[in-house]
T-cell receptor, first 116, second 114 residues
Framework: AQSVAQPEDQVNVAEGNPLTVKCTYS??????LFWYVQYPNRGLQFLLK??????LVKGSYGFEAEFNKSQTSFHLKKPSALVSDSALYFC??????????????FGSGTQLTVLP | GAVVSQHPSRVICKSGTSVKIECRSL??????MFWYRQFPKQSLMLMAT?????????EQGVEKDKFLINHASLTLSTLTVTSAHPEDSSFYIC??????????FGSGTRLTVV
């Protein structure tokens, strides 16, 4: 069975500083990794995904994530944080590519707060 | 991009009544739809996986008679919370999957049972 760990419940960063939200995973076979963001009382918005190819994935709103197979990590990063980035971030993993019926497994979420 | 519409966004109902939540993929056909439940400040808990034209697959511990799922077409799935009780109050989120990209999520439904 697959699993995802987000070790930090809360991350605080000053506006303009770089941010990192950590994620590690466990899955049999090749991982398919995703980051989603959730604003209060809203569904999840897709940020980016890793399927194959370059380890550095660029996504929406200036976010990027680096796939590290040896460390089984997929940390989310942004060079310069904005106050509007404050939200709940979820990492997710699937053992199968998009389009399959296999379910996503979500991490517990990390609340990012960007301080003005 | 892919859009999933979920309605209603908020609903308040009396204990003992039933509530239906709709999830529609607006610009793509969803081979599979998923229903999640989310408690405050917690992650998403998968309730069931729904494929068009077949019975939903429920996760362990989820009562299928309590949470009725119908997936009548490739663009519509519904979740009916039957005989709702206060403990069913929660945030329910659907997602739809096609062959191209990541899952697309609805905006969620805040259910309050009084």
């Amino acid at each position: 069975a697959q699993s995802v760990a987000q070790p930090e419940d809360q991350v605080n960063v000053a506006e303009g500083n770089p941010l990192t939200v950590k994620c590690t995973y466990s899955v049999s076979g090749n991982p398919y990794l995703f980051w989603y963001v959730q604003y209060p009382n809203r569904g999840l918005q897709f940020l980016l995904k890793y399927i194959t190819g370059d380890n550095l994935v660029k996504g929406s709103y200036g976010f990027e994530a680096e796939f590290n197979k040896s460390q089984t990590s997929f940390h989310l990063k942004k060079p310069s944080a904005l106050v509007s980035d404050s939200a709940l971030y979820f990492c997710a993993v699937s053992p199968s590519p998009p389009g399959s019926a296999r379910q996503l497994t979500f991490g517990s979420g990390t609340q990012l707060t960007v301080l003005p | 991009g892919a859009v999933v519409s979920q309605h209603p966004s908020r609903v308040i109902c009396k204990s003992g009544t039933s509530v239906k939540i709709e999830c529609r993929s607006l610009d793509f056909q969803a081979t599979t739809m998923f229903w999640y439940r989310q408690f405050p400040k917690q992650s998403l808990m998968l309730m069931a996986t729904s494929n068009e034209g077949s019975k939903a697959t429920y996760e362990q511990g989820v009562e299928k008679d309590k949470f009725l799922i119908n997936h009548a077409s490739l663009t519509l799935s519904t979740l009916t919370v039957t005989s709702a009780h206060p403990e069913d109050s929660s945030f329910y989120i659907c997602s739809a999957r096609d062959h191209r990209t990541a899952d697309t999520f609805g905006s969620g439904t805040r259910l309050t049972v009084v």
